[in-house]
């Protein structure tokens, strides 16, 4: 017996369908992308005043229902007016950027990146120099950026080592590296709250497991104890790595086939919008 589908589905059916998927695919990539920005606050109370709105019109509350959208007809407005230096640069990052992505020349310097972390990591390693060094990926690490000094520098391990030798003045806190570019030095970062975290590890594991319970960045640990390398990535802690396999690490989630490595045009509008203002 043969299944006759188009009684099952009618064409507005499955445009109903795809339409839903569709609307929700955009705001979970709206999601990943301003996780851990300060975007995510807007977000937050935009959320809220429309929750508002529908539950008061839901019930019968004018009253609220009406000031709600008062809030919303200003609330745009007064967006636009305060977020405009933001929203100017996103859309100038916007023009700035290819439609065809900077792939090619972002993989180079992705590899030249990662020899830098590994000349780096080892030299510190085997000298027992504490260092901690994130890389952001998709999340922002903005927030975590400004709480360092900027320096908006080159990555080179020499570079890297310097600012970890004991008892100078960026030694203390996390590297922040965003765009293949180190952001910040001597960043705060936040401490997880996991109590099933091994007592033998400080907090410099602790910060760089915390960040990546808040994010999707990779975070680098040399321990001054031990010379121990670890990443930290996705709430894991992988410990004491061999060198082979901390650059395969490294290689796998930094380095991706140019494809994915494009920068889409939302991803450019957005890094614009949140980029904090380095002058
Ligand atoms: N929240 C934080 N953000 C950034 N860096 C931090 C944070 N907390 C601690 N650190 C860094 O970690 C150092 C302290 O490391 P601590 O000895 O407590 O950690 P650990 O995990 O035992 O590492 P190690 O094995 O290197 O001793 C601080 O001096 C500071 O540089």
Same mark, same amino acid.
């Given at each position: 017996?043969?299944i006759? =589908?188009?009684t !099952?589905?009618? =064409?507005?059916q499955?445009?109903? /369908?795809?339409?839903?998927? /569709?609307v929700?695919?955009?705001?979970?990539?709206l999601i990943?992308?301003?996780?851990g920005?300060?975007?995510?606050q807007l977000?937050?109370? %935009?959320?809220i005043? #429309?929750v508002i709105k529908i539950?008061s019109?839901?019930v019968g509350?004018q009253t609220?229902? =009406?000031?709600?959208?008062r809030?919303?007809?200003?609330?745009?407005l007064?967006t636009i007016?305060i977020?405009?230096? &933001?929203?100017?640069r996103?859309?100038e990052h916007l023009?700035?950027g290819?439609l065809?992505?900077?792939?090619?020349?972002e993989t180079?310097q992705?590899?030249?990146m990662?020899d830098? #972390?590994?000349k780096?990591?080892?030299y510190?390693?085997k000298r027992r120099i504490g260092? #901690?060094i994130?890389i952001?990926?998709e999340?922002r690490?903005?927030?975590?950026?400004a709480?360092?000094?900027?320096?908006?520098?080159?990555?080179?391990?020499e570079?890297?080592?310097?600012?970890?030798?004991?008892?100078?003045p960026?030694?203390d806190?996390? !590297?922040?590296?965003k765009?293949?570019?180190i952001?910040?030095?001597?960043?705060y970062l936040?401490?997880s709250?996991n109590p099933?975290?091994s007592?033998e590890l400080?907090t410099? @594991?602790?910060?760089? %497991?915390?960040?990546?319970? !808040?994010s999707?960045?990779?975070?680098i640990? !040399?321990?001054e104890?031990?010379?121990e390398?670890s990443?930290a990535q996705?709430s894991e802690?992988?410990r004491?790595l061999? @060198?082979?396999n901390?650059?395969?690490v490294? &290689?796998?989630?930094?380095?991706t086939?140019?494809s994915?490595?494009?920068?889409?045009?939302i991803?450019e509008?957005?890094?614009g919008?949140t980029?904090?203002?380095?002058?």
């Amino acid at each position: 017996m043969s299944i006759d =589908w188009s009684t !099952v589905f009618t =064409w507005h059916q499955l445009a109903n /369908v795809i339409d839903v998927l /569709v609307v929700w695919f955009c705001i979970y990539k709206l999601i990943l992308m301003v996780r851990g920005t300060k975007a995510v606050q807007l977000l937050r109370g %935009i959320v809220i005043i #429309l929750v508002i709105k529908i539950i008061s019109e839901y019930v019968g509350l004018q009253t609220i229902a =009406w000031i709600m959208d008062r809030v919303i007809q200003w609330g745009v407005l007064a967006t636009i007016i305060i977020f405009q230096p &933001e929203l100017r640069r996103g859309l100038e990052h916007l023009g700035r950027g290819s439609l065809f992505g900077k792939a090619k020349r972002e993989t180079n310097q992705t590899v030249k990146m990662i020899d830098g #972390l590994d000349k780096a990591v080892q030299y510190m390693a085997k000298r027992r120099i504490g260092a #901690l060094i994130s890389i952001e990926k998709e999340t922002r690490l903005d927030e975590y950026i400004a709480t360092g000094i900027p320096l908006d520098a080159d990555i080179s391990g020499e570079l890297l080592i310097n600012i970890f030798i004991p008892n100078t003045p960026l030694h203390d806190g996390a !590297v922040l590296i965003k765009q293949n570019k180190i952001a910040a030095a001597a960043g705060y970062l936040p401490l997880s709250e996991n109590p099933f975290i091994s007592k033998e590890l400080g907090t410099r @594991h602790r910060a760089a %497991i915390g960040l990546s319970e !808040v994010s999707d960045a990779l975070t680098i640990i !040399v321990s001054e104890e031990t010379g121990e390398v670890s990443i930290a990535q996705n709430s894991e802690l992988m410990r004491d790595l061999t @060198h082979e396999n901390f650059v395969k690490v490294l &290689e796998q989630q930094l380095v991706t086939p140019d494809s994915k490595k494009k920068p889409n045009m939302i991803q450019e509008f957005i890094s614009g919008i949140t980029r904090r203002d380095s002058k």
